[in-house]
């Protein structure tokens, strides 16, 4: 069981739901300090999907890449994101590798500066999990052909550039390790239960 102190919020669940209705917290999370959590997460961990849900209570921005011309890419989105850091409690982006190296080499993931990084992934064991929520999500058959593809190789990859990640269990989404810490002025968290491993 996670040693989660008692201000740490969960996600899903109706006590954030009572917390925002009963407290005097703002319909949206919000103050002049920010410390923005950067999570890089691998396609069908659940950004979109806590996006969608929480959107109206926390500042969140889902930077979907694919929208970003590719001529000028990855820096148009590294400056994107790096305009965010700022002004949102949470940024949900790529973990492509193009957009790993950059954010390295711009230093979001630099523990000594404002920003903070988490990569997140799943466990390589929960490739046909995956895939059926490509499926379920309306995904194109070519999107799932190439994940079917490159699944083992993009996770070992990962692996194997010994930064720190957190690795979903199965049946298991970003909102289900995610904490919110009202007590000091509103930051995310991931909960120590999930706590990010190098290999």
């Known amino acids: 069981m996670s040693n989660t102190p008692a201000h740490l919020q969960s996600f899903p669940g109706s006590d954030l739901d009572t917390y925002l209705k009963e407290s005097?917290?703002?319909?949206?999370?919000?103050?002049?300090?920010?410390?923005?959590?950067?999570?890089?997460?691998?396609p069908g961990t659940g950004k979109t999907t806590f996006y969608n849900k929480w959107q109206h209570a926390f500042d969140i921005s889902d930077?979907?890449?694919?929208?970003?011309?590719?001529?000028?890419?990855?820096?148009?989105?590294i400056e994107h994101l790096r305009s965010l850091e700022n002004t949102r409690k949470l940024v949900f982006c790529s973990s492509h590798k193009s957009v790993r190296d950059a954010m390295r080499q711009a230093n979001l993931d630099d523990v000594d500066?404002?920003?903070?990084?988490?990569?997140?992934?799943?466990?390589?064991?929960?490739?046909?999990?995956?895939?059926?929520?490509?499926?379920?999500?309306?995904?194109p058959e070519a999107f799932i052909k190439l994940l079917d593809a490159q699944w083992e190789n993009w996770l070992n990859e990962i692996k194997?550039?010994?930064?720190?990640?957190?690795?979903?269990?199965?049946?298991?989404?970003?909102?289900?390790?995610?904490?919110?810490?009202?007590?000091?002025?509103?930051?995310?968290?991931i909960d120590d239960t999930y706590l990010p491993v190098v290999f």
């Open 24 to 42: 005097s917290v703002p319909a949206v999370v919000s103050d002049n300090s920010y410390s923005a959590l950067y999570i890089q997460a691998f």
């Open 113 to 139: 500066v404002l920003v903070r990084t988490v990569l997140v992934v799943p466990h390589i064991d929960c490739k046909a999990e995956y895939l059926e929520r490509y499926k379920q999500r309306g995904s």
């Open 160 to 189: 194997a550039e010994g930064h720190p990640f957190v690795e979903l269990p199965a049946g298991t989404y970003i909102e289900d390790i995610l904490r919110f810490d009202f007590s000091s002025g509103g930051l995310f968290y």
């Open 63 to 77: 930077s979907d890449s694919s929208k970003f011309p590719k001529d000028a890419f990855p820096g148009n989105y």
